[in-house]
């Protein structure tokens, strides 16, 4: 372990996720203030701005991997200019020895957090596959005709499991709109509208790749409790986004209301069943 620790690149790595302790609170306070601020503006407007400072959480561990491999002169006016380097170096005895656990336990965590992630991928494979069609004519030409007017040219597929306990999309290329069986029998026509323009607005919105990145970022960020948070606004961010669309396209605030509250009480009940939610994850 101490051999690793002896490599350059190494060091650096480490002492960048010691340093992102402390980064990762500053970000965290400056989104707090930034979002408090925007409470009252538009979901779309919070949603950049959380996706914003997440994408800084993944930038400023590679920036300090930059900067700490810079040439000496360099460094000094770094740590000339930062009292929190300063107070790092001074410290920096003490931090030196456990550089190598530091390494060991993020490959522990990243790894856990891989695995996790691709077990659900595998997951969501598998129930896609055994998914039967939508047999409601109805449903299937109101989600034919909300894609046409939501803009979409790619083929959306209406599935239902018994496995799915709420609505959710998957899919980029061939996107897939799974809901649980039975899901719109007794649910009202403008209702099941709302639903379907709501999935729509996150394929349209190609929401898929936004989610990816975040799995990346929690994955190489694990131990931070800022980015965890911060990805937790991104996701509540995006559903109010995708509330807005289905709102718009449906025409009934009140009703669209009413159906998410329905869809909590059904979901309720459910929640010991499973250790987590599938839609966080698509």
């Known amino acids: 372990m101490n051999a690793v620790m002896l490599n350059p690149l190494a060091q650096r790595a480490a002492w960048s996720l010691v340093h992102f302790l402390w980064q990762g609170v500053l970000l965290g306070m400056l989104a707090w203030g930034a979002l408090t601020f925007l409470k009252r503006r538009s979901p779309g407007l919070r949603y950049a701005v959380a996706c914003l400072f997440l994408g800084m959480c993944a930038l400023l561990p590679v920036l300090s991997f930059l900067g700490l491999g810079a040439s000496p002169s360099e460094v000094e006016v770094q740590i000339a200019q930062s009292y929190i380097y300063r107070l790092l170096l001074g410290l920096r005895g003490h931090i030196q020895p456990l550089l ?7 490959c522990l965590g990243s790894g856990v957090i891989a695995i996790r992630t691709l077990g659900v991928w595998f997951w969501l494979r598998r129930i896609r596959k055994r998914a039967g069609e939508v047999l409601d004519m109805n449903c299937r030409e109101c989600l034919e005709r909300l894609r046409r007017s939501a803009g979409i040219r790619r083929v959306v597929r209406l599935l239902e499991s018994p496995w799915v306990h709420s609505p959710f999309t998957v899919g980029v290329l061939r996107p897939v709109i799974l809901v649980p069986l039975g899901f719109f029998t007794a649910m009202d026509p403008l209702a099941a509208e709302a639903v379907l323009a709501h999935e729509l607005a996150h394929i349209r919105r190609l929401d898929v790749f936004v989610i990816g990145l975040q799995a990346v970022i929690e994955t190489l960020l694990f131990f931070h409790p800022v980015v965890w948070w911060l990805s937790r606004r991104v996701n509540t961010e995006r559903e109010h986004c995708c509330d807005d669309a289905a709102v718009q396209a449906c025409g009934d605030a009140v009703l669209f209301a009413q ?15 499973i250790s987590w939610n599938a839609s966080d994850v698509c």
Not at 100 to 106: D, K, S, T
Not at 259 to 273: F, G, K, S, V, Y
């Open 100 to 106: 190598p656990w530091v390494l060991v336990l993020w």
């Open 259 to 273: 159906t998410l509250m329905r869809l909590d009480e059904d979901r309720e009940p459910r929640l010991e069943e």
